[in-house]
């Protein structure tokens, strides 16, 4: 009976896990609760699969565990997991950085894993929701409508409610709760975020290159820039989406979370207001809102050349050009109130699970030996580009060896690349 492993999750980091251990000598069982396995990763990357980042700093990633992502990431790095996916026959795309299979299918991605852990024997139940995990005299008893399994190690890689397919859940936590563990609660991370302000019916609909600088009780916090999408709630877009956990955060600790759009971040206040003046002398006499047709798209220029006058070089409101370095000034420091996040189902993943410190460096529970945690089940997140699966790479990785060979999971690579 040694080495009986259940895997509870047939996600990314449940099969990396399972096929690792079933490849050191592991006879593994996946329980997953879906008719089939691996649905939320057909949905990654809009169905591209962005597997990993080649650039896997740890400022990619939140969580407030910097030394176990470390840890786990020098085990099975990006480049371990390139080297994987290309070992089973996946040809990969590097795509300034971001790596995708390289016909950027996801299916493709699944379909490999599966092959790899039918290779190893992997045994893949699914419609096998598991209702309870019960240590026992050393073992574990996992617990489902239909059957209780036995076994010596278990690993719990269920992800979290984030996303729309079906059968996302938040199972790792009630599971730890059920065994006295400590949880951070699960909360949107990589998500839109709806604003307070009444003017997404004017900019609905439209895509803008711009910053985002998030601020949290009036304190700088995060920011990013490249395409955002301007939507009949909010905001939306890469840049949000990296800024979001911290926002999602401020939210549920009652704090005044504000955003700064920066609709022109690659010109100067100063350089746009004479941008706007030279604008004015070439077209006098033109309604305002026509100085903005060129440098924003059309809904902008109407949300910012609101005023009903005709302009010169010379028209002001307050002394010379002030008007002009005002309504510069309003293009690039455009704040709006964040009033909260989309729901949860429209996050692709989740911030919360089970904190570092519960866990040791091989990803095992301090409190219940033999029993493993993996991907969005630990409280680490990463932030749009293939750092979230590179997570659940090396996280499974190293619980479905650990659980075989605690003493030198973090020697070695086994066969698995």
Request: charged share 20%.
């Amino acid at each position: 009976m040694d080495n009986q492993l259940i895997v509870i999750g047939g996600g990314a980091s449940g099969l990396m896990a399972a096929i690792t251990a079933a490849k050191n000598g592991g006879k593994v069982t996946v329980l997953e609760h879906n008719e089939k396995p691996g649905r939320k990763l057909l949905a990654t990357g809009n169905g591209k699969c962005n597997l990993t980042n080649l650039d896997l700093s740890a400022s990619h990633y939140r969580g407030g565990a910097s030394r176990l992502t470390e840890r786990i990431f020098s085990a099975f790095t990006n480049m371990d997991a390139i080297a994987f996916f290309q070992g089973i026959g996946l040809k990969t795309l590097d795509r300034n950085g971001w790596v995708y299979p390289y016909t950027e299918q996801a299916s493709q991605v699944l379909r490999l894993l599966l092959l790899e852990a039918e290779k190893y024997r992997v045994k893949i139940k699914s419609r096998e929701r598991v209702t309870a995990v019960i240590p026992r005299d050393g073992r574990f008893l996992v617990s489902t409508p239909a059957w209780t399994y036995e076994a010596d190690h278990v690993i719990i890689a269920t992800g979290s409610p984030a996303s729309a397919v079906r059968g996302a859940s938040g199972d790792a936590i009630q599971f730890a709760r059920a065994l006295h563990i400590e949880t951070v609660p699960f909360l949107p991370a990589l998500v839109p975020l709806r604003i307070r302000e009444d003017v997404t019916n004017r900019w609905a609909g439209t895509r803008v290159h711009a910053s985002v600088s998030l601020y949290i009780d009036a304190a700088f916090t995060a920011s990013d820039t490249g395409e955002v999408q301007l939507t009949d709630f909010g905001i939306s877009g890469i840049p949000v989406f990296q800024v979001s956990r911290y926002a999602a955060d401020g939210i549920s600790r009652g704090r005044k979370v504000s955003a700064v759009l920066d609709f022109m971040p690659d010109v100067s206040e100063e350089d746009l207001a004479d941008d706007l003046k030279k604008r004015a002398a070439l077209r006098p006499g033109s309604p305002f809102q026509e100085l903005l047709t060129g440098l924003l798209p059309d809904k902008l220029t109407a949300l910012f050349g609101g005023r009903t006058d005709h302009v010169s070089e010379n028209t002001s409101s307050r002394n010379g050009r002030d008007y002009f370095l005002e309504t510069a000034r309003h293009i690039k420091r455009y704040t709006v109130t964040i009033a909260g996040t989309a729901s949860i189902k429209q996050a692709q993943i989740c911030s919360g699970g089970i904190p570092a410190e519960e866990l040791t460096d091989h990803l095992e529970c301090r409190k219940i030996p033999g029993l493993y945690f993996a991907g969005e089940a630990v409280d680490v997140d990463g932030e749009c580009g293939g750092y979230n699966l590179q997570w659940a790479w090396s996280s499974g990785y190293v619980a479905g060896i650990s659980c075989l060979t605690p003493s030198t999971a973090h020697d070695q690579k086994g066969d698995t690349k």
